[in-house]
């Protein structure tokens, strides 16, 4: 079967690999940069509040920021998150 597609399909060690990358990224994230019922959120909860956020990418002069609703109930938790992540000092 020369033509079959079944060599261009990833194998499912990567997949694998992938869906424990992404776990332990929403573990650090809980650990390090949320608090409150954010923190203790499950990981779907945490997709809606923080991956669904209507956000528009804003060019400005020299730099680029996220501009989010103020209407959304999580926007504080959120902006607290990116500052929290900001104030990590990089690694030695």
Do not use: C, D
């Amino acid at each position: 079967m020369p033509n079959s597609r079944e060599g261009n399909r990833p194998r499912p060690e990567s997949w694998l690999a992938l869906t424990m990358i992404a776990a332990g990224l929403g573990a650090w994230l809980k650990l390090l940069a949320l608090y409150g019922a954010l923190a203790k959120a499950e990981p779907k909860a945490l997709r809606y509040r923080l991956l669904n956020v209507p956000t528009r990418l804003v060019h400005g002069v020299r730099r680029r920021r996220l501009r989010l609703p103020k209407t959304w109930p999580w926007v504080a938790q959120i902006v607290a998150a990116f500052a929290r992540n900001a104030a990590i000092p990089p690694p030695a």
